[in-house]
């Protein structure tokens, strides 16, 4: 099992950027599939971003705008995010997945306002 601890949000206005941070404790993220996801009011939760063990893979809504990355060193996985729009207001959280485990963060919130 892994913690996972989000950090990062706030609130921006339409066209600005934010940088989340996932930082992760307990193994090395690159032993899981590392993923961001997001979840509005009223919606389902939806996959954002992710770092798996066959490549890098966005949502189509974010292709272009986010950039998922991650540092070994740190053992923190990062989504810029740029181009922001008012769309993208959720709380955003992280996943680290692999055989029979998937721990999630506790979330952290981007507003993004017009």
């Known amino acids: 099992q892994v913690q996972l601890v989000e950090s990062g949000g706030g609130l921006v206005q339409a066209g600005g950027s934010l940088r989340l941070s996932c930082a992760v404790s307990g193994r090395t993220f690159s032993r899981y599939d590392m993923g961001w996801y997001r979840q509005a009011p009223g919606k389902e939760r939806e996959f954002v971003a992710g770092i798996w063990w066959n490549g890098i893979r966005y949502a189509d809504s974010v292709k272009g705008r986010f950039i998922i990355s991650g540092d070994n060193a740190k053992n923190t996985v990062y989504l810029q995010m740029d181009s922001l729009k008012v769309e993208d207001t959720a709380m955003y959280y992280c996943?680290?997945?692999?055989?029979?485990?998937?721990?999630w963060g506790q979330g952290t919130q981007v507003t993004v306002s017009k």
């Open positions: 996943n680290a997945k692999s055989i029979g485990v998937s721990d």
